[in-house]
């Protein structure tokens, strides 16, 4: 009989040990499939490895796609916290992009420092309002909040798509449903000489330092936390817990729109409907295998976009469908999950008595 | 006048019917994964491995029932996976679902991309062909609304009896409604809480993935990326709607099918005064309009979500 026996006091090296053994493993899992597609295995992961730190190049295009993996990672890990299950991430963060094209593209002009935060701020408040209206349904009338927020993610894309044909369109773009590109003013500028890696990268880890601070050093931190492991008796110590469930939705929401900035006024420069190859649902898993942590996100989000990055450029390189990174980002969530369990649980295998 | 000519019309029943059949087994397959207690999120990925599964099977020369039966396999599997991680590990259901979710479309994607690797456009089966049952198919108007469905809507259609006989007229029905609301009663009476709650996610998920498998041998003939595009959450939606009940499943997913195939024909009509997109947000309006009129009085089975662990009190 296999039996699980609670830990009453998980070590550090357990802690922090089993997200990084599950990630590896998860890896490592890759073989299995790179095998059945007859790829050559060991050359496969020098591959992406070189893929995502073989150069300054890749490292900054590493970075790049770390920056907005950071702020929806923090999105998730914040929401999750309190139990607010915020799986709309993907489409708080077009409507952040889309808040930060309204204001970026020339109706206001002005110096960066103004610019820079203005369309933050737009972009901010967009996505947090996204994530407001379920959380107020949730908390006024019951419904739930991890469908509609998922429902809301198609909502959001049609409705981008619905305003590149018509009030945002681009009339240069030949055609092509895209927005105008964000002023000068506004972009992110790079952070190095010709590398793409930009400012967002700066915002992400102020972000997550921020937010580290607030949720362990706050009051409304701590009401966040109680409200997590226990609404009954968050609500029975005083905690309103409708405000701070708002306060939560305002802040993942808030969090996922900035990612859309970053990326509308960082990486691309414009908005299309190919923004984002689905980082809102990625954070979710940076924000699991960060076990919630927003400094934890971080390194988590540097790991999801190695993948990505490296199993890209390994793809192209071998002809494998870079479906692969996709593939080991979901088999890590599972593995940190499992891990998760073994971090709270001791495995026994206790052999059956047997009569006679 | 125009809208009544639209209502009466055969051909819209028969779309509606169309459109509504892999939500029947969607919302199916959900009510049989939470009525023993377990919210399955896997539903939007295991839908995309029914499809890619079943087509992939038929492609191969497995002819078309072997394609429904490796994509009921394909979605028990994942289905399998969930119930491991929620049931006897008792993980959160939230996170495992999307985690099964992401499994199952990144796999389907992975296993498509590299069968086929250089394939411009789609490469089209045979998919499953109108019922053409004498006299049946003959009678005016329901011949063509109803018989005239593939059998994969037949088959639909008697699932949905199935589950409701399983699940209120026998023993094993009883089991898996009393584990999703006390299970500790149910281990009182000498079952398996681990048996039942993993026996109806896997055979939940098997039902979901015939819904995908719908839309790849019977809607259409091929598999697209994207092609699954929300229809999973949607379940989950028309599931509470449905108050968990295998009869008002079927009534939501027609009612669901009807709007779905009465805002195409409204595009026709009325297209040039709105852009398409608005139409084609309003399957997912409604779901989360459907929600929020059920929302009050939504009878969620009582230990939903809630991990039991054995020896526990």
């Not at chain 1, 295995?41 to 591959?47: F, N, Q, R, S, V």
Request: glycine residues 12%.
């Amino acid at each position: 009989m296999i039996r699980f026996e609670p830990r009453s006091n998980p070590g550090p090296v357990l802690v922090y040990g089993v997200p990084v053994f599950a990630a590896i493993f998860a890896i490592l899992l890759a073989a299995i499939p790179l095998a059945l597609a007859g790829a050559p295995i060991i050359d496969a992961y020098g591959l992406m490895i070189t893929g995502a730190f073989g150069s300054v190049f890749s490292t900054s295009e590493m970075l790049t796609r770390a920056t907005p993996l950071i702020l929806t990672g923090l999105a998730a890990a914040i929401a999750f916290r309190a139990k607010l299950w915020n799986i709309g991430a993907e489409g708080q963060l077009y409507m952040g992009a889309m808040a930060a094209v309204v204001v970026g593209t020339g109706v206001i002009d002005g110096p960066s420092w103004v610019m820079i935060p203005a369309i933050m701020i737009a972009g901010a408040l967009a996505g947090a309002l996204m994530l407001i209206g379920p959380t107020l349904l949730k908390t006024r009338m019951g419904v739930d909040e991890v469908v509609t927020t998922l429902l809301l993610n198609f909502i959001v894309l049609l409705f981008v798509q619905m305003m590149l044909e018509g009030a945002l369109k681009d009339p240069m773009s030949m055609g092509w449903p895209q927005s105008e590109p964000i002023i000068d003013s506004a972009i992110l500028p790079p952070l190095l000489e010709r590398m793409r890696v930009h400012l967002g990268l700066i915002i992400a880890l102020v972000a997550a330092s921020g937010l580290a601070v607030f949720v362990k050093r706050t009051v409304w931190g701590f009401e966040i936390r109680a409200v997590g492991e226990n609404a009954a008796a968050a609500k029975f110590s005083g905690i309103s817990v409708t405000k701070t469930m708002i306060l939560v939705a305002a802040l993942s929401g808030g969090l996922a729109g900035l990612a859309g900035v970053s990326e509308v006024a960082g990486t691309r420069g414009y908005l299309a409907t190919d923004l984002s190859p689905g980082y809102g649902y990625a954070g979710i898993v940076v924000a699991m295998l960060a076990r919630l942590s927003p400094v934890g996100v971080i390194i988590s989000a540097l790991f999801v976009a190695s993948v990505f990055v490296g199993a890209d450029s390994m793809s192209r390189a071998i002809g494998v469908s870079s479906y692969l990174a996709d593939l080991i980002v979901a088999m890590s969530l599972l593995c940190v999950l499992i891990g998760g369990f073994l971090t709270r649980f001791k495995v026994r295998f206790d052999r059956k008595k047997t009569a006679g | 006048m125009e809208i009544i000519d639209i209502l009466l019309a055969a051909s819209f029943w028969e779309a509606a019917i169309r459109i509504a059949t892999p939500l029947i087994f969607g919302v199916l397959g959900a009510l049989v994964c939470e009525r023993a207690g377990v919210l399955n999120l896997g539903i939007e990925g295991i839908f995309t491995a029914g499809a890619m599964a079943g087509w992939m099977a038929v492609w191969l020369g497995a002819g078309l029932w072997g394609g429904v039966l490796v994509a009921a396999l394909a979605g028990g599997f994942f289905g399998l996976i969930h119930a491991i991680l929620t049931v006897p590990l008792g993980l959160s259901q939230h996170v495992s679902g999307i985690g099964v979710t992401l499994l199952a479309t990144s796999l389907s994607y992975f296993t498509y991309r590299t069968a086929l690797p250089d394939v411009s456009s789609p490469p089209r089966i045979i998919p499953f062909q109108p019922l053409d049952i004498p006299i049946l198919s003959d009678l005016p108007f329901i011949g063509q609304a109803l018989f005239s469905q593939t059998a994969m809507t037949m088959l639909a259609l008697v699932l949905v009896f199935v589950t409701g006989w399983v699940l209120y007229r026998t023993p094993l029905g009883l089991a898996i409604r009393a584990v999703g609301d006390n299970p500790s009663s149910v281990e009182a009476q000498g079952l398996s809480v681990y048996g039942l709650r993993i026996g109806a996610v896997v055979v939940g998920s098997a039902m979901m993935a015939l819904g995908g498998a719908f839309l790849t041998m019977s809607a259409f003939d091929a598999f697209f990326f994207g092609m699954i595009n929300g229809r999973g959450w949607v379940c989950i939606a028309l599931t509470v709607f449905a108050s968990w009940r295998p009869g008002k499943a079927l009534i939501g997913a027609l009612l669901f099918g009807a709007f779905d195939a009465f805002q195409v024909r409204l595009q026709t009509e009325v297209g040039a005064f709105f852009p398409s997109q608005v139409f084609l947000m309003m399957p997912y309006i409604l779901s989360i309009i459907a929600l929020i009129v059920v929302a009050r009085k939504a009878d969620y089975p009582k230990a939903l979500l809630v991990p039991w662990f054995k020896g526990q009190r």
